[in-house]
Structures are given as C-alpha cells and as structure tokens.
C-alpha cells in the first residue's frame, strides 16, 4: 500500500443508478439520497439535467435536488450541453460532470458527436461554470476498453486528457463504462497517466459488469488513486452499451476499506440500512454482497 490516506467516495445512486430503472418515484428517490447524506457520504451525483426524452427516468431532477439535505456534502448533477449547465446553475449545485468517451462509436452512439465535438461543447461548459464558481469534472467513458472497438493502450487516453487540459480541465474520472478493465490494467493506466499528468486530479468511475470491480478499485488505490465513485446497493450501468450493468456497490467499496484500516467517511451500518431500504423500494434482489452477508466483524451465536 502506498499510504493511509483517506478515501473519498462519491455515491452515484441517484444518476447512474436511477437511470438504469424503470422509473423510481422522486419522493424515494430524494429519501434514498438524503439516507446516503445521513450516513456521511460527502459527494453526491444526485441526478442530470438531461432531456426527458432521452433519459425520463431523471425528468425530476430539479425537484429531487431542492429537497437533498445538503449540510456537509457536495451536489453534483451530471450535465450534457450548456442548456443543461445552466439548469444546474439555477440548482445551484455544487459541481458538475461532464462526459466524452475515449471511444468515437460509443461517443457518437451515446451524444451523436464525434469525440472533438464533445471536446469543444465540454470546453464551451467549462467557461461558463468557471465564471461562476462552480467545479467541472470529466467523466472518460470506456477509458479501459469499449465493446464496438475492443481493449485499447492507455496512450489513446492520454491524447484525449491532453486535449482538455489544453482548455484548461483538470479534474477526470477514469470510467470503466462496460466493467471490462482487470486490475494490472488499471494499475498500468493510472501509474502512466498520473506520471503524464502530475497536476490533474484523477478518480475511478468502475463497474463490476465482469467481477472484476472491488479488485479494480484496490489496483486503483495501490496506484494512487484516493477518489471512487460507487452506487448503493450496486445498481445502474450504461443505457448505450451491451451488458454494461452495474457499478461498484458503494457499501462494499466502503466495507473492504474500513476492514483494511483505510480512513473513510460514511458509516457502514448506515449505508447497509440505505442498501436494504433500496432493495425493498426497487422490489428485487441488489447485487451488493456485504448487504446480504453484513460485516465481517459482525459475531453470530453459535
């Protein structure tokens, strides 16, 4: 291990989880977020000013934001144009992410632009949340491989931060978008891009579509990563890529740090009480493990 630094988890339950649902109803959807607050979870993608007609599943979003219990914890709303940015404004949220795919099929399949496209509206984005004060982080989907083009070298995703830190960005979550990376390929892109880019902030956005996310998320960490996003209960994924299911279940993520001494912030039983109020919402099984099977240091009667 590199250190003991604190870890910073980032729950994403209420915009890459809700959007993989059917429809959740916005009184449980702002009870479910304000349970994950209450617990100590310090970052919050709540939602995203989206078109309703590409994602209803979050044609709430503004509602769901004016009732977050927001004392202690950061807003961010996941945008993707400036008319969404300036949704996000009137919200007052606290922090932005925007999203371009190191892939150009996924791009094109997921915004219809090519990948420069994206690149100049997320500058155009920048500047105006910039001149008011607020943070833009980028999310790189498929950063690890995408399911049209295959497995890809890490020197592709440096060209596409390159081209955005020439706008001026500086904060990027690294998305295993379609759960393909393994963690010797984690380890491999974080050591080279944190070498290529010592003064950006970098995070890891993983999904555990293949089994293989708690294991990314520790190469991460080993690597120098200190920021993870995950979902209660390890809900949501990709709407626009095949199979592309589920994140890292927030409470595992924050289970296995805690087991091996690693400073967090949330309260585990708390997150599991969140986890298990989401399965009885969402009516069926959650893939989270340490929901089902409670604390390694819990003690049963023999």
Request: net charge negative.
């Amino acid at each position: 291990m590199l250190d003991n630094g604190n870890v910073l988890l980032t729950d994403v339950t209420g915009r890459d989880g809700f959007q993989m649902e059917d429809w959740v109803e916005t009184e449980d959807k702002i009870s479910i977020i304000n349970e994950i607050i209450a617990a100590g979870v310090r970052r919050i993608e709540a939602t995203s000013f989206v078109s309703p007609r590409a994602v209803p599943q979050l044609k709430d979003a503004k509602k769901v934001i004016e009732h977050l219990h927001r004392e202690n914890v950061s807003i961010i709303a996941l945008i993707p144009n400036v008319k969404g940015a300036e949704f996000a404004l009137e919200s007052n949220v606290d922090e932005v992410n925007v999203v371009v795919s190191v892939s150009e099929t996924h791009n094109k399949k997921n915004v219809n632009k090519t990948v420069d496209e994206s690149i100049t509206g997320i500058a155009d984005i920048y500047q105006l949340m910039e001149s008011n004060g607020k943070k833009v982080n980028v999310g790189l989907a498929t950063t690890f491989g995408c399911p049209f083009e295959g497995l890809y070298e890490v020197g592709r995703v440096h060209e596409v931060i390159k081209k955005l830190t020439a706008k001026g960005l500086d904060r990027f979550m690294l998305a295993d978008t379609t759960g393909m990376a393994n963690p010797l390929q984690v380890s491999r892109f974080v050591k080279r891009l944190k070498d290529d880019f010592p003064d950006v902030d970098l995070s890891l956005h993983l999904h555990n579509t293949r089994g293989m996310g708690l294991a990314n998320v520790l190469a991460g960490y080993d690597a120098g990563i200190r920021s993870f996003d995950a979902s209660l209960g390890g809900i949501g994924g990709c709407p626009f890529a095949p199979g592309a299911t589920g994140n890292v279940a927030l409470e595992d993520v924050a289970h296995m740090f805690d087991q091996m001494n690693i400073p967090i912030d949330p309260d585990l039983n708390k997150l599991l009480a969140a986890a298990r109020k989401l399965e009885k919402v969402l009516g069926y099984k959650l893939p989270g493990q340490v929901m089902k099977a409670g604390l390694s240091t819990d003690l049963h009667q023999a």
